[in-house]
């Protein structure tokens, strides 16, 4: 791997922060990365991102199944859900796209919640409806 020095003087660390005392190298645009290098990151960043992805099905799953089979509403599922979904919108709000099992979960959430509340009545019903609302405002808050 190529270093060139940078000179303290100029005041500029790696980030173009100001130097610490540790810092006087960075890598280069002109840095060349074995294709090895180069595919571990890509492999890193691919698990990463299927990781990523897997919680967020999973918080989903342990949100609208219950409601599915009429089990009634989880709360905690619920704020697990809103947190995983802003979890997911931190790497992703600045990306140009988002993985596609991501973005049918994301797409689907308000109206699978939404069908699932008219398996109940009055206030539950009105309570789960909310519910949808919340998750598809997180949704747009999160990759927005």
Same mark, same amino acid.
């Given at each position: ?37 180069? +595919?571990? %990151?890509?492999?890193? @960043?691919? !698990? ?7 919680? *967020?099905? #999973?918080?989903?799953? /342990? ?38 099992? +991501?973005? %049918?979960?994301?797409? @689907?959430? !308000? ?7 008219? *398996?109940? #009545?009055?206030?539950? /019903? ?19």
């Amino acid at each position: 791997m190529a270093f060139t020095g940078l000179p303290k003087q100029r005041g500029l660390s790696p980030v173009n922060e100001p130097v610490r005392e540790s810092c006087d190298a960075v890598i280069t645009s002109a840095t060349r990365r074995s294709p090895h290098h180069v +595919a571990e %990151l890509a492999d890193t @960043e691919a !698990h990463m991102e299927t990781d990523l992805v897997s919680r *967020l099905e #999973e918080a989903a799953d /342990r949100f609208v199944i219950p409601l599915r089979m009429n089990e009634g509403f989880d709360e905690p599922a619920l704020l697990q859900l809103q947190e995983q979904i802003d979890h997911c919108g931190t790497p992703w709000r600045e990306e140009t796209h988002v993985p596609k099992r +991501a973005a %049918l979960i994301l797409a @689907e959430l !308000h109206p699978s919640i939404e069908a699932c509340a008219w *398996l109940y #009545e009055g206030n539950m /019903r009105q309570r789960i409806q909310e519910a949808g609302v919340v998750v598809a405002e997180a949704v747009i808050a999160a990759l927005d």
